[in-house]
């Protein structure tokens, strides 16, 4: 998403969520033909479908506490973060949809507009702007469903997926992978600072 932004803005075309799928679908086609043209030696990351599913629990478990201690936060999707940078960050989402510029090299320039070339990563902005383009919804809905959905399901999942890697035997993944799913919920640094210091998405 935000590789897509830098180059459509480059190539002066729009950034729009079908500009983010085709570029998906030509990537996943190289990557498949590097693949069969270079396979490589693979290890399972799951041990079976009991560890799977027991992974799928921890997951769970994870995704209903998040969503719980955020919708009792929230109290309704469309509320905003009134933290002071989430100005800014609600801002930039609309800058990309006004502009249809979503590069990480210009969006620093909606609030310095007469500076030179200021990076500022844009990707999860990029990110947002998708979901408003997909759903129709308001941007302070998208950005606390995308928030929702990327705290509530890739970090558990990242958890899941790293103990495995460090600790996955078959012994081991029975007992850890639920675990580490739903403790992922219980870290204070991410996901739920970044709801309370200024939205630092």
Do not use: K
């Not at 396979?39 to 799977?52: D, M, N």
């Amino acid at each position: 998403t935000g590789i897509v932004g830098v180059v459509a803005a480059l190539l002066s075309l729009p950034f729009s969520a079908g500009g983010v799928l085709g570029t998906g679908l030509v990537l996943a086609a190289a990557a498949l033909l590097i693949r069969r043209r270079w396979p490589v030696q693979q290890r399972a990351i799951s041990g079976g479908r009991r560890e799977l599913l027991l992974a799928l629990l921890g997951i769970s478990i994870a995704f209903a506490a998040i969503v719980a201690l955020i919708v009792t936060r929230i109290d309704s999707p469309a509320n905003v973060s009134q933290t002071y940078d989430a100005v800014f960050h609600l801002n930039a989402v609309s800058f990309i949809l006004d502009s249809g510029n979503a590069s990480s090299f210009d969006l620093y320039r909606m609030t310095h507009a007469s500076g030179g070339i200021q990076f500022y990563p844009s990707a999860w902005h990029s990110l947002v702007a998708m979901v408003v383009q997909i759903s129709g919804s308001s941007v302070a809905v998208a950005t606390n469903v995308t928030w929702l959905a990327v705290a509530g399901t890739v970090w558990p999942a990242g958890c899941v997926l790293l103990t495995d890697t460090l600790f996955g035997t078959p012994v081991n993944r029975v007992v850890l992978l639920p675990i580490a799913g739903a403790l992922s919920a219980s870290f204070a640094a991410f996901p739920y600072l970044l709801l309370d210091w200024g939205v630092l998405y």
